[in-house]
Structures are given as structure tokens and as C-alpha cells.
């Protein structure tokens, strides 16, 4: 198997690994989940042959697949999946009121936010107007109803509402969470491929680790990291919905910009003298130990 193919494979594998336990979990069986994969790969050649400017070909796709012809056929009469990027415009226009009830001086004071009600009669600052200012052309009942459910925002005795996040984020586990791995996934990977195309523009991609974190800090880690990334979330999502950057011509392309912070954790298994092993991947394993072997002989 060619070195490219093997690193696919690989990374298919790790991909697969992670993803197995919610298919398991929720009753999804391999033959469905390898129906999925078929029908993607399907869509996705024929998708490449048009944008060479050929008509897809069931004989093309099936030679670039492996699946048999009469399966293609049957799959390209089958519509693709709807485009996410509606989902996506409603969880932006949640976190842009969520966003700017921090941060905008009539709602908020000196960063925190304040208890709002949810009209006012008297034209006061209201949950009403921060959505009418921040999310134009979506209703605020809907807004509110949507943060309530979520658990990012409450409803007071005093009928006012108090945000409890700074960003629209899905706790339980439910239909809406399973969407967010999906696209957070797909931002990942073509962000990744993206990069590793030499005529593209790269994106923003970095990662920070330490390998010898105790986990007695876990908490105070967390914390911390939590409040730092909040606040660098706020300040990009201000840049971003600058002004200066919307469309002057209208009938111009959309471009959906996004920038994600997460973090990672991982339990890493105890060697002698209690030296933490670092995991990697199967296709490193051998340059690494070369590596270590020859750090070790170095005089």
C-alpha cells in the first residue's frame, strides 16, 4: 500500500475510532453506517467530476468509488443531504445575542450582563430589543424559547431573564449535540485538508499540550482555560461582525468565517520511574523510537 494511501487508512481508522462509540450507543449499525460512507464517496465523485465540467458518469464514479455501477446509479438518484448552513446561520444569530448582552453597555455592566426583562412597555432595554438589534430578521420569542431549552439562559421571579453562557452551547445529550459533532468535525477536517494543499490560502490551525498536567489540577485547569477562551471568543466575534467586512454589493458571495476553541484531554499510561508514554500513531511509532534511540546515543 502506497505511503499516502497507508496515512488515508489511518486516519480514517482514528476518525472511525472515535466515532464508533455514539453509533453503538444510539443503534446504528455498521451496514447503515458503511451505506452512509458509500453514498457520500458516490455524491462526492460525481460532485468533482462536474466541477471538471463533465456530466457525471455511473461508469466514472464506479471506477473512482469501487462501487458497483447499478449502486451509483441508484445513489445519484437520491438527493444529497440538505445543506447545513442554515442550522449554522441560527446557532450564529444565538451566540451574536448572547455575545453582545456581555458586551454591549446597554446591557451589560462593565462586562457582566444584566437582568433583563423580557418586554418593556416603556421602551426600556429589553431582551426584546437586544434580539430586534442583534438578530434582525428571526422572531425573539423564538431566540428566548431556543436559549431557555439549552440551559443558556433563565427566567427570573421577577419575570426577567439572566444569561447563564456566554455562548450558545449544547449540554444534553439530544438531537441538537449530535448535529454540533458533525459540523465541528466537518470545520476540522476541511480546515486540515485545507491546509495541506499548497495553492490554498492556509487557515487558522494551532494546537498548545503539556504531557505532565496532575490531574488533581483538572479543575483549576478547566476553569482557567474556560475563562480564557470566553474572552478570546468574545473579542474574535466582535472583529468578525465588524461592519467593515459585510458585503457592500448584495448580490456578492456569502462567506461563513468560524473560529473554534476546544480543548482535549487524555489519561496517558505510566511507564517505569513512572514517566508518562505518550500515545502515537501507528504510521509514527517507528520514526519516533529511531528518533528517541538516536537522541539517546548522541554523546
Request: aromatic content about 6%.
Amino acid at each position: 500500500m502506497a505511503g499516502r494511501k497507508r496515512a488515508v487508512i489511518e486516519a480514517l481508522i482514528s476518525i472511525a475510532e472515535s466515532i464508533a462509540p455514539l453509533l453503538i450507543a444510539e443503534g446504528v449499525s455498521s451496514p447503515e453506517a458503511e451505506s452512509v460512507l458509500r453514498s457520500v464517496c458516490v455524491h462526492e465523485a460525481a460532485r468533482a467530476e462536474k466541477g471538471k465540467g463533465n456530466r457525471p458518469n455511473a461508469s466514472r464514479v464506479a471506477l473512482l468509488t469501487g462501487v458497483d455501477r447499478h449502486v451509483v446509479a441508484s445513489i445519484l438518484k437520491t438527493p444529497e443531504r440538505a445543506d447545513p448552513g442554515e442550522r449554522e446561520t441560527r446557532r450564529h444569530r444565538l451566540n451574536r445575542v448572547l455575545a453582545e448582552w456581555h458586551a454591549d453597555p446597554d446591557y451589560s455592566d462593565g462586562g457582566r450582563p444584566k437582568d433583563l426583562e423580557i418586554r418593556s412597555r416603556r421602551r426600556n432595554r429589553s431582551f426584546w430589543t437586544l434580539s430586534q438589534t442583534y438578530a434582525k430578521d428571526v422572531y425573539p420569542g423564538l431566540i428566548l424559547n431556543e436559549l431557555v431549552n439549552v440551559g443558556a439562559v433563565e427566567k427570573r421571579p421577577d419575570r426577567r431573564v439572566r444569561p447563564r453562557m456566554r455562548s450558545y452551547k449544547v449540554s444534553r445529550f439530544n438531537e441538537e449535540s449530535v448535529f454540533e459533532i458533525g459540523y465541528r468535525v466537518r470545520d476540522l477536517t476541511q480546515t486540515l485538508l485545507n491546509n495541506m494543499s499548497p495553492s490554498a490560502w492556509p487557515r487558522v490551525c494551532g494546537t498548545v499540550q503539556t504531557i505532565d498536567a496532575d490531574h488533581k489540577n483538572l479543575p483549576l485547569i478547566r476553569r482557567a482555560l474556560e475563562e480564557r477562551s470566553n474572552a478570546t471568543l468574545t473579542a474574535v466575534d466582535q472583529l468578525l461582525n465588524s461592519p467593515k467586512w459585510r458585503r457592500t454589493d448584495r448580490s456578492g458571495r456569502r462567506v461563513r468565517i468560524a473560529w473554534t476553541c476546544y480543548s482535549a484531554e487524555e489519561l496517558l499510561t505510566e511507564g517505569p520511574g513512572n514517566e508518562a508514554k505518550r500515545t502515537f500513531p501507528r504510521g509514527r511509532r517507528r520514526r519516533h523510537a529511531a528518533a528517541s534511540r538516536s537522541r539517546k546515543t548522541k554523546p
